[in-house]
């Protein structure tokens, strides 16, 4: 099993310019998150689902949107980024009662906007 | 609204020195605690969850225990590889999404 993969792994943005970070997870779970990483902070939740089709904002949702049609993918979208959007950011995904009941994390994504 | 609070923010150990990180946390209702390690330039990797006070979980090196308020993970004799940032994070009852800590960075050093 891959889990959860996230593309690109590195990316420059020019303030201005739109981008969507992918996230796939092959594990069939329900819940999917995106979390953002700043130096010295923790996670901050940005965008959650509950399933396909549902999707609910957390603590930081300006300036991002997200869809759902598939179990497997939630792309993250970044629509006129500002550099304050630099960040390293985190696709998670869980399913109620699993093994282990923790979230499965991806490698991440270092966004810089420049 | 639900925090969570790590101490100390890094620590620094000699191989085989054990010690302990400490999660204080408020929350409406918990309905688990989990302790995530992160290598740099990795995502977090899950390790434990506890889901009620008096609960402890071990894992190698590592235990993890829950009060009320806060929890611990004990580290015995840790080696350079322990290396890493420990995450805290907190879900409360309604299965709602997890808030983390800022973590406490560990080196260990041989």
């Known amino acids: 099993n891959a889990g959860v993969t996230q593309t690109p792994k590195f990316r420059i943005l020019k303030i201005g310019q739109s981008m969507t970070l992918q996230c796939t997870q092959d594990?069939?779970?329900?819940?999917m998150y995106w979390y953002r990483q700043d130096p010295g902070m923790g996670l901050k939740l940005i965008y959650y689902?509950?399933?396909?089709?549902?999707?609910d904002k957390g603590e930081v949702p300006n300036g991002y949107n997200v869809s759902r049609s598939t179990t497997e993918d939630f792309p993250l979208r970044l629509e006129l980024a500002a550099p304050s959007q630099t960040s390293v950011y985190f696709c998670a995904s869980y399913a109620l009662g699993g093994a282990g009941y923790g979230y499965t994390f991806g490698s991440g994504t270092r966004l810089t906007v420049v | 609204e639900d925090q969570v609070t790590q101490s100390p923010e890094a620590l620094r150990l000699q191989e085989g020195e054990s010690s302990s990180l400490n999660c204080s946390y408020t929350v409406s209702g918990l309905r688990g605690l989990f302790w995530y390690r992160q290598d740099p330039g990795k995502g977090p990797e899950f390790l434990f969850t506890l889901y009620s006070a008096g609960e402890e979980k071990e894992k190698e090196r590592l235990k993890a225990t829950l009060t009320k308020k806060e929890s611990f993970l004990h580290i015995t004799a840790p080696k350079p590889e322990d290396s890493a940032t420990y995450l805290c994070a907190v879900q409360a009852a309604g299965n709602t999404p997890l808030v983390f800590g800022k973590g406490t960075r560990l080196s260990v050093i041989a």
């Open positions: 689902s509950v399933g396909a089709g549902i999707t």
């Open positions: 594990m069939n779970h329900n819940y």
